[in-house]
RNA sequence: GCCGAUGUGGCGAAAUGGCAGACGCAACGGACUUAAAAUCCGUUGGGCUUAAAAGGCCCGUGUGGGUUCGAGUCCCGCCAUCGGCACCA
């Protein structure tokens, strides 16, 4: 306590009500909000009035237009919410209490992406069930959420790890196993439309040998996004790369769809570029080389097939297939050495620490087939397995990286290509004018490009190619707590469960340490992955994306146990409307689950290929610091302490107030403070404590007409809220409902019917204390039922403007005009101005600017 | 290196090409109070002019140019900070 030597004073001063726990009321509370923001919370649980039915449910309302505003659910940590995660929450509930007001069904859900590494790396420490721990985070933040007054359907929740939502993860996963991507149709169609003789090697879930990110001290495989500069993101671990058995899904098939269908998403512009840049689409011709002394020929795939006449030499990636077989004896020790280098490298050392071209010379030659001239082999490891053919011409003159390992191997160089102006050519890889080619000589690049490229597809020597930096999607975890694969082995083949043994529940296990060997946990669970005599269960469970692939589908339907989400309540709610979550999602989960969606869209069990149409980023939130919250540095703010200071209300019209949504910005408990004054002032214009410390309604609240400036002040204050929250700009409707309420403050009577059209402003963003209010005014209904107000245009304009007069842009003074005054009449009013007329001293303006109701500016 | 975002008072910020700094914080002054807290009222970008005030003038939105009667806003170049990607042929 503050006022540790005053106490006799502060018992004497203060209503009971703020003594009986001292201890716990630092200091006054502004208004009384600890007395009614339970009491709403309640309220609106017992009467479950953010319930959304669904279509064909008792109080479902067919003629109410839809709304669906979701939020990326969290996954519950054991240190519970920081102010940062209700940031996005608190727009999403605005805009969700708003549109309720409007007249929507509104569907405002929230759950939990509950499996994870966290909850396990807890479990080998602790021996508690992941599960355990899993369910006490859950209501540690489920607690917190509804502490803050969010308007969530609470019937709706899910949990990714409960078997009645897994189930349907499995389920999907079996729709997406057992389904091919027509090239054709362009479109995954079910396997048994699959014409070949082996559909396991079209299937969009499969199985590969792959180099993966093995991680020796967590005993897992990483997929890519968590390994951060050769390190473990959790942890930060070194990491290596070992080829293993995976579980792939095919989500390349759909690189163009991703690509296209962006096309049409209220996204912001950076997020649509991040995912086409993540995808990478570049196109080029892929062009076969012959190998001297061999049948066998290397493919290379090139975006600049003009160059052509400037390979000097190819590049293999040391991994590459045909490597063994075109070594010359000479040089295999050498080629055998630095092959076995490279495999050893981890990505840390294959990208951060190869600033030196390395590679050696296979003793090889290929026939380059614009100019039948013969030009060595060799493998490097800047030329990578995983994207295009894995083997590259290369141009040094027009390609920095092959400039660079030329010059280190002392290759041959020679330009292909003119630059504009004067340029040097040798390292310019931009567009110019073909040379020394003679197939293409003074074509343009992009012209040269489609005439070599159809002289090279005349005579078979190459094609037109498309290629995407977008790989497959590695899909299977060495882990216990994640949705196990309904899959069984058998005489070393997969295949699947029935949908009818769904689920596949995790078996309980006494230790989840990693084996150590690559070998997943579950193996440990020996009866359990006996599926019978000759058939064992798949060891591997799937990612922690896998959940949030399609949780905002089961929102619309959470409890139906007959298929993952009713056909009706999916055709009725979906797409989502609104989706608002940090940027670090940016790619991956927002590609992923636009890759589910379109799978199952496909396959028809969706009605939309696209599952969020509007989507917007919140800011980070750093601490008062202005550096990022973090458990090291101490910075970390928790909801629940600000909660307790300056409740609920203050805390969401905070988080609102401090910036734009997308913005990064620091806390601050000052700011905190500020808004929570607002409040108060709020409270007091219709509230005052009497005699005895109560609070009564205030006698200057009456049913009185409003003064012209009091209707003028309304009117702006709804046109500006309504339009900022449609704009999600929180801060600024904020601002306005401040200048409205500091209008108010002084007047003499409170217009009790302004009071009421401002609570329900007020109430998206302060629902408890508006609640409250309306209640005390005696308002009829609940302020949940009432419809947000309209403005009308006539209010807002006055008779009279103020207009500025300028000379030679700068303002020298003001005058009063009728709105209705013409362009003529305001620049005779402005020349004959007194003041103008001493600052022209006689001269004739040369021109004379007039912008009705604004300014007058008079050139000199 | 490439791509993207952002640079405005002491601080968070606001401004359809038309009065830069709304609103809030902090600070200062006043009212109320024995006093303080709370509350209410007022001042608050920098500089010059003035005994003081009123008033007036000049400068000011990272930086240098440009377009325009007029630029925080539009165009070109540069700098800084943050975020993403990073041998993708």
Same mark, same amino acid.
């Given at each position: ?587 991956? !989960? ?177 629902? !408890? ?92």
């Amino acid at each position: 306590m503050r006022v540790a030597n005053s106490k006799s004073i502060f018992f004497s001063c203060f209503p009971a009500f703020l003594i009986h726990n001292p201890m716990s009321s630092e200091r006054r509370k502004p208004y009384p909000f600890d007395q009614f923001e339970s009491k709403w919370q309640r309220i609106w649980e017992d009467r479950q009035l953010f319930h959304a039915p669904n279509p064909g449910e008792k109080k479902f309302d067919a003629a109410k237009p839809k709304f669906y505003v979701l939020d990326m659910f969290p996954y519950p940590s054991g240190a519970g919410l920081h102010v940062g995660h209700p940031e996005g929450y608190t727009a999403t509930d605005i805009v969700a209490r708003y549109k309720r007001l409007r007249g929507f069904n509104v569907l405002h859900p929230m759950g939990w992406d509950a499996f994870g590494l966290p909850a396990e790396q807890y479990a080998i420490k602790t021996g508690q069930h992941p599960e355990l721990t899993t369910r006490e985070n859950i209501a540690k933040f489920k607690s917190q959420l509804k502490a803050i007054g969010f308007s969530y359907d609470w019937a709706r929740e899910i949990n990714t790890t409960d078997p009645r939502y897994f189930k349907w993860t499995q389920w999907i996963f079996l729709k997406i196993y057992n389904s091919w991507f027509n090239p054709k149709t362009n479109k995954a169609e079910p396997i048994s439309t699959y014409r070949g003789d082996d559909p396991d090697s079209v299937r969009l879930a499969y199985v590969a040998e792959v180099p993966v990110n093995w991680c020796p001290e967590l005993g897992t495989v990483l997929a890519n996004e968590e390994v951060v500069d050769g390190k473990s993101e959790v942890g930060g671990f070194p990491v290596v790369r070992r080829p293993m058995r995976q579980w792939m899904l095919r989500i390349t098939a759909y690189a163009e769809r991703l690509i296209d269908e962006l096309e049409d998403l209220d996204w912001p512009p950076g997020i649509k570029l991040l995912q086409r840049n993540w995808i990478g689409k570049s196109e080029g011709a892929e062009i076969d080389f012959k190998i001297d002394n061999h049948d066998a020929r290397i493919r290379v795939f090139t975006t600049r097939p003009d160059t052509l006449y400037g390979a000097t030499y190819m590049v293999l990636a040391p991994e590459h297939s045909l490597v063994d077989l075109i070594t010359t004896n000479e040089q295999r020790a050498e080629v055998r050495a630095y092959r076995e280098r490279a495999a050893r490298k981890s990505d840390l050392e294959r990208t951060e620490l190869s600033k030196e071209k390395t590679g050696v010379f296979t003793g090889a030659h290929a026939i380059n087939p614009a100019n039948n001239e013969e030009i060595p082999i060799w493998i490097a490891d800047y030329v990578l397995l995983g994207y295009g053919t894995g083997a590259i011409q290369a141009v040094p003159a027009h390609d920095e990286r092959d400039l660079e390992f030329a010059r280190k191997f002392d290759l041959p160089i020679r330009a292909v290509v003119q630059p504009p102006g004067d340029e040097d050519p040798i390292g310019f890889v931009g567009d110019g004018i073909a040379i020394n080619s003679p197939i293409i000589d003074g074509l343009p690049s992009r012209e040269a490009i489609r005439k070599i490229t159809a002289w090279l597809e005349e005579r078979g020597l190459g094609k037109r190619a498309i290629n995407y930096k977008l790989r497959d999607w590695l899909f299977s975890r060495q882990r216990y707590w994640g949705e196990p694969f309904p899959i069984v082995w058998q005489d070393r083949h997969h295949r699947s469960l029935g949908e009818d043994e769904l689920p596949v529940v995790p078996p309980p296990l006494e230790d989840y340490k990693p084996t150590g060997t690559g070998e997943p946990p579950l193996a440990k669970a020996k009866d359990w992955v006996r599926y019978s005599d000759n058939a064992t269960r798949e060891l591997n469970v799937m990612p922690q994306w896998a959940g949030s692939c399609w949780y905002f589908l089961r929102f619309c339907d959470p409890l139906n146990d007959k298929r993952f989400v009713g056909q009706d309540a999916e055709k009725y709610w979906m797409n989502v409307d609104l989706y608002v979550g940090g940027t670090e999602h940016a790619v991956l !989960h927002l590609l992923y689950a636009r890759f589910w969606q379109k799978v199952l869209f496909d396959l028809g069990y969706v009605s939309t290929s696209e599952p969020f149409q509007r989507l917007v980023n919140q800011g980070i939130i750093l601490g008062e610091d202005g550096q990022k919250m973090s458990k090291s540095r101490g910075n970390i703010i928790s909801p629940d302490e600000v909660i307790a200071q300056y409740g609920a209300d203050a805390f969401r019209l905070y988080e609102m107030f401090m910036g734009p949504l997308e913005q990064m910005k620091p806390w601050s408990m000052r700011g905190v403070e500020g808004v929570s004054r607002f409040l108060a002032r709020v409270w007091r214009l219709i509230m005052r404590e009497n005699q005895a410390g109560e609070w009564e309604l205030s006698p200057a609240v009456d049913d009185v007409d409003l003064a012209k400036n009091e209707q003028k002040i309304l009117h702006a204050t709804i046109k500006k809220v309504t339009e900022d929250i449609e704009s999600l700009s929180f801060n600024t409707a904020i601002s306005q409902m401040m200048i409205f309420v500091n209008a108010f403050t002084n007047a003499e009577k409170t217009p009790v019917s302004a009071m009421r059209t401002f609570l329900i402003l007020l109430n998206p963003f302060a629902p !408890h204390l508006s609640s409250e209010l309306w209640e005390k005014l005696k308002a009829p209904g609940d302020i949940t039922d009432q419809s947000w107000p309209g403005y009308d245009e006539k209010f807002l304009v006055e008779d009279e403007v103020e207009m500025v007069l300028q000379v030679n842009g700068k303002v020298r003074e003001r005058m009063k005009m009728s709105i209705l005054a013409s362009e003529e009449e305001i620049k005779q009013a402005a020349l004959t101005n007194p003041r103008i007329q001493e600052l022209l001293a006689g001269k004739t303006p040369r021109k004379v600017i007039v912008v009705p109701q604004k300014l007058v500016n008079i050139v000199a």
